[in-house]
């Protein structure tokens, strides 16, 4: 037996290390990418990824799922940054959106997620995406304020050149190739770009991107100079009402994509195994509570880092956790060299990212399923872009609740006319859950059928008839005589009775 656990636990290791190896590879440039995108240090970053690898993945029930900082909260980031005036305010409300984020665990709020609307979930991707790219777009030409040209040549060429090396990496036969698929595109196009300006520097120096161009992380000469590196919340912010707002904003957004993107990362198991959601709140509230402490950004769970974890033959979450050390051990040997990253490196893959998610043929799909999905889609996508995450979630939401309502308005019984019959003969079959929420329609059917008419209204397919229908039905049949009506009532219960069956 013992045999057995080695020979498994050997395996594991085997297959989980290469798995590891390659999700670091795939986090980095994202890591520092989000970063750049959220006005953030890049240090905060780099953070966020190794909390997310190690602190989650250890205290997570998820064996696929990696976690990290997330393209999704980029614009709640910018704003609060901008909003609460310094970036270690920003971070006590990261530490609280924690804190709340553990309640709801504890309240067993887990299932929360399956409450959104994928047409919202959707819009709310879509949006994001939108707005990174623009966002980015000006960071891919090399805009820098005060420059005598609006764009800078070098920059357009590294972008340019990262973005194609990307597509061409996500074509069918790079993917499948056996040494390619272990390789990101993303890191590729970030050596490609590092190794254009450093030939720009030696050949034509005129070309050559500047400092304000390049990744600025700092340099480590010690362990202490690395403890130092790392910034810490403003408390003095419990004082200011927007702090908690943030949180509030923080903590909801975080969760759901935590949940959605764990969800995803079950499906994408081969062995199928469930993560208990609840538990997996506590885990990201743990993790958004420390990286708020020591300076990282807020963190949750992400799908394009778990894919590639599940698609590099994971096992369990010591893949999660090796990334996680693979990239503090990057920041502190390898901090000189990444600073040679040209920034446009970095907005090309966030670009490509930004469109992966606001991809037209999204649009297109969404367009096909009908007004019901489409519009509160579209209403979900405006509104973030011209408010915030929240309030833009919010409409998305009132507008397919809207249409949540209105089609329980229509779809509270089936009626079939038997025009063979003498007289006429409706029968009115009643759904699984006839609530207050159909009352309008039925009421108004109801109202409009002829006199003559022989009307059977069957329960018999209702699991529960609330009693604003039933008071409707029985307030028919009482007035049906005098409109020349025969009302047949079958397996609907009595007025002043059971409402269930």
Known sequence: MKNKEKELTFKFIKEDLPSGLVVFLVALPLCLGIALASGAPLFSGIIAGIVGGIVVALASGSNVSVTGPAAGLTVIVLNGIAELGNYNTFLLAVVLAGGIQIVLGFLKAGVIGYYFPSSVIKGMLAAIGIILILKQAPVAIGYVKNMPTPYHLTSIIIASVSILIILIWDLPMIKNNKIAKWIPGALIAVFVGTAINEFMQVYNPVLKLSDTQLVKLP????????????????????????????????????????????????????????????????????????SGLIGGLPVT???????????????????????????????????????????????????????????????????????????????????????????????????????????????????????????????????????????????????????GTNVVIDGGNAHYIDLDILEIIYNFNSNAEERKIKVTLLNVPAFAGTFGH
């Not at 810490?232 to 903590?251: E, R, S």
């Not at 997996?280 to 993790?287: P, R, S």
Request: net charge positive.
């Open 219 to 290: 340099v480590a000469n010690s362990l202490n100079d690395f403890a130092q590196q790392f910034t810490f919340p403003d408390f003095k912010g419990f004082l200011i009402p927007k702090v908690y707002i943030l949180a509030i904003t923080i903590a909801i957004i975080a969760s759901l994509e935590s949940l959605l993107s764990t969800e995803a990362g079950d499906k994408l198991d081969p062995h199928k195994r469930i993560t208990p959601t609840n538990r997996e709140l506590k885990a990201q509230g743990l993790g958004n509570m420390i």
């Open 301 to 451: 769970a992400v799908i394009v880092r778990t894919s590639a974890n599940v698609n590099a033959g994971s096992r369990t979450k010591l893949s999660a956790i090796f990334h996680g050390v693979l990239l503090l051990v990057s920041v502190i040997l390898l901090a000189s060299i990444l600073n040679k990253i040209p920034l446009a490196c970095l907005a090309a893959v966030l670009l490509v990212v930004g469109y992966k998610l606001a991809k037209v043929s999204l649009f297109k799909q969404m367009y096909k399923l009908g007004w019901e999905q489409f519009v509160p889609f579209i209403v979900t996508i405006v509104a973030i872009q011209f408010t915030d995450l929240l309030k833009g979630i919010a409409l998305g939401m009132l507008v397919a609740i809207f249409y949540i309502l209105r089609a329980n308005y229509r779809r509270d019984y089936v009626i079939h006319h038997d025009k063979q019959n003498k007289g006429g003969l409706i029968t009115i079959s009643l759904t699984e859950h006839v609530t207050f929420l159909n009352k309008g329609s039925l009421a108004l059917k109801l109202s409009q059928i002829e006199e």
